[in-house]
């Protein structure tokens, strides 16, 4: 009798995998990267970076799509005693804003690395002042851009 039981339990463990339904996705052809962050709508939900392929064309797919590059960054730096800065991004821009109330003895330094020796250059762009908010507008370049405020 136990031998029957033995047998069936087998019967019905192999037999298992052959009534279970996937989804029709696939990843084919990929580079699993490290980083990333959550990526979700209604539907469906990624977390963490799958599939980042190498720079290259994008890929579009019915409504999906993948573009091809590498992680970029814009960050601010805070200078201990300097106003507040703050970097938004906005399409392939950069938005950078700060306090202009004791805001007017700094300037608007950038670099690509904070890793010394760091080599800080004052941003040539246009600031725009509308007598609260300090405001300039550059392209959101690939890579880091750092940006600080800094007395000369």
Do not use: C, H
Not at 127 to 133: K, Q, R
Request: charged residues 10%; proline residues 6%; aromatic residues 12%.
């Amino acid at each position: 009798m136990k031998t029957w039981r033995w047998f069936l339990a087998l019967l019905v463990f192999a037999t298992l995998p052959s009534i279970v339904f996937g989804q029709s996705f696939a990843i084919s052809n990929s580079v699993i990267a490290g980083g990333g962050g959550a990526s979700t709508n209604a539907s469906y939900s990624v977390t963490g970076t799958i599939g980042q392929p190498d720079a290259g064309a994008r890929m579009i797919g019915g409504s999906f799509a993948v573009e091809g590059g590498f992680w970029s960054a814009a960050i601010a730096v805070q200078t201990p005693g300097a106003p507040f800065l703050s970097v938004t991004r906005s399409g392939a821009n950069l938005i950078i804003t700060w306090p202009s109330a004791g805001s007017a003895s700094y300037n608007l330094e950038q670099t690509s690395t904070v890793v010394a020796p760091a080599s800080w250059a004052t941003s040539g762009a246009t600031v725009s002042d509308d007598g609260t908010t300090r405001t300039v507008t550059v392209p959101a370049a690939p890579g880091y851009q750092f940006f600080r405020l800094k007395k000369p």
